[in-house]
């Protein structure tokens, strides 16, 4: 079956600095890729996706990176700030099949 | 905007009880899901519908759980009877596409404890 998984569970980061938060799965046919925060005590929030046509979306302060030769995603947060802390979650689909979660990394930013 | 709206955002019941929780789709969406989330297994599907008609229901865990939805703006997911183990946080999610593959929009969650 599918499977999606985040390299680091945790991650910590001082205010200012840049994160990268990293995604790996395994099929191949997978079409479609969204990165979603979640903050304490509240649902996943949409932050940026990128189609398999593309290797590069840029947003407000996070930029996607879709390597599909070897099935890698990450999330690049720019300039972190407090407000960044949260768990992050990839999240991958093809046609019309339900998204597949990953496990999730919870990252701390430090003041 | 409106987002997806969920009720009660948190309940305590005590085991055996019925559990109904609720949830209004963003306006226009024509997909809706139920998920479910714990510190053990994450975020997990539990049933999703297209135009009311529920697609896909592998993920509820047992006949205690039910979901229906009567109408484009509201879906219930039952509890009956409750135990200890159903306590997590459910989230119900839109999208508007007529298709699982697409971005969906979470509402905040409903904290279920069953003491």
């Known amino acids: 079956g599918e499977s999606v998984g985040l390299h680091l569970p945790t991650l910590s980061v001082q205010e200012g600095d840049n994160s990268i938060i990293n995604c790996a799965y395994s099929?191949?046919?997978?079409?479609?890729f969204i990165w979603y925060k979640q903050e304490s005590g509240k649902g996943p929030q949409f932050i940026i996706d990128?189609?398999?046509?593309?290797d590069k979306r840029q947003g407000q302060r996070v930029t996607v990176l879709l390597n599909k030769t070897v099935k890698h995603l990450s999330l690049q947060i720019a300039a972190t700030q407090p407000g960044d802390s949260a768990v992050y979650f990839c999240?991958?689909?093809?046609?019309?099949?339900?998204?597949?979660f990953g496990t999730g990394t919870r990252l701390t930013i430090i003041p | 905007d409106a987002g997806v709206i969920q009720s009660p955002r948190h309940e305590v019941t005590e085991m055996g009880q019925e559990v109904t929780l609720r949830c209004k789709p963003i306006?226009?969406?024509?997909?809706l899901f139920w998920y479910r989330q714990t510190m053990m297994r994450g975020l997990e599907l539990l049933i999703y519908?297209?135009?009311?008609?529920?697609?896909?229901d592998s993920g509820m865990p047992e006949d205690r759980f039910s979901a229906k939805m009567p109408n484009a703006s509201f879906s219930t997911l039952k509890i009956q009877p409750s135990e200890p183990r159903d306590s997590a946080v459910y989230f119900c999610?839109?999208?508007?596409?007529?298709?699982?593959?697409?971005?969906?929009?979470f509402g905040e969650g409903s904290w279920l404890t069953v003491v």
């Open positions: 990128i189609r398999s046509n593309m």
């Open positions: 099929n191949s046919a997978s079409d479609y």
């Open positions: 519908f297209n135009n009311n008609v529920p697609i896909d």
């Open positions: 306006s226009g969406h024509n997909s």
């Open positions: 999240a991958l689909g093809f046609g019309n099949e339900k998204l597949t």
């Open positions: 999610a839109s999208s508007p596409q007529s298709s699982g593959g697409n971005t969906i929009y």
